[in-house]
């Protein structure tokens, strides 16, 4: 297993947790060309992705917008959305006023139109939220039939690796501490086993056509030699692609 190379010790403060209007510069600044998301995450979810020429993308939960950027570069119709509007400003910075990007909550109606996108994706976001039933409705309703939901989470066995005394096979509220470019911040999870996983999106009308472990990207040996040392790939996140019904 690795951890990101700026994660520090457990939280012992939760008042801030997730508020990335707060740390949320400190976090783009960070995570832009850092070995977990610039080396593991989003090129994981742009090879499940594949090709995405003329696709109509929701990037839920889009932060700073560098998953976007990559799926317009590569020709697809991107629109996204974030809860935090620190992180929407940044987007549209990097995106450009034009960008079709709006401040909105997952756990709350979204403000598009029924089956409006061919592809969702949401990488490391519903790893905050305890309900997923009401998020992944929400989501089905706007992607069209035979459309894709890729996902990327916690890796459920993370929470037992890091917490032993935790009940794996229970919903369970954990958090941690981080540096973010010398910035604290607290983010908060909740672990849930890979069966209970697998049961919501079967419920939410999802079919699942992919659960991958990916390696890290061409080039993170090169780059990352300290944390790549000994290592062919590691446990991180969980991928999902799902097909809605």
Same mark, same amino acid.
């Given at each position: ?89 940044? *987007? ?6 034009? #960008?079709?990007? +709006?401040?909105?909550?997952? &756990?709350? !109606?979204? %403000? ?83 069966? *209970? ?6 419920? #939410?009308?999802? +079919?699942?056509?992919?659960? &991958?472990? !990916?390696? %890290? ?29």
């Amino acid at each position: 297993m690795t951890r990101p190379d700026f994660m520090t010790a457990n939280a012992s403060d939760e008042s801030l947790a997730n508020d990335y209007d707060t740390f949320g510069e400190a976090y783009a600044i960070e995570t832009e060309h850092s070995l977990i998301n610039a080396y593991y995450t989003r090129p994981a979810i742009l090879d499940l992705a594949g090709d995405v020429t003329g696709r109509k993308i929701l990037d839920a939960g889009c932060g700073a917008g560098p998953l976007f950027a990559s799926l317009r570069d590569r020709g697809a119709h991107v629109s996204g959305f974030d809860f935090s509007a620190t992180m929407v400003r940044l *987007a549209r910075q990097r995106l450009g006023e034009d #960008a079709d990007l +709006r401040v909105a909550d997952i &756990s709350q !109606p979204l %403000p598009y139109a029924d089956q409006q996108f061919d592809d969702v994706i949401a990488a490391l976001v519903l790893h905050y939220l305890e309900d997923w039933t009401a998020p992944l409705a929400e989501l089905r309703r706007i992607i069209r039939p035979g459309g894709r939901l890729i996902l990327a989470v916690n890796h459920p066995v993370i929470y037992k690796i890091i917490h032993p005394e935790g009940n794996y096979f229970a919903t369970e509220r954990w958090s941690e501490e981080y540096t973010f470019n010398g910035q604290k911040g607290v983010l908060e999870y909740w672990h849930r086993p890979l069966h *209970a996983m697998t049961d919501e999106f079967t419920k #939410a009308g999802f +079919r699942t056509s992919v659960v &991958s472990e !990916p390696y %890290p990207a061409e080039g993170a040996r090169e780059k990352f030699p300290d944390e790549m040392q000994g290592k062919e790939a590691f446990l991180c996140f969980l991928f999902f692609v799902l097909e809605a019904a």
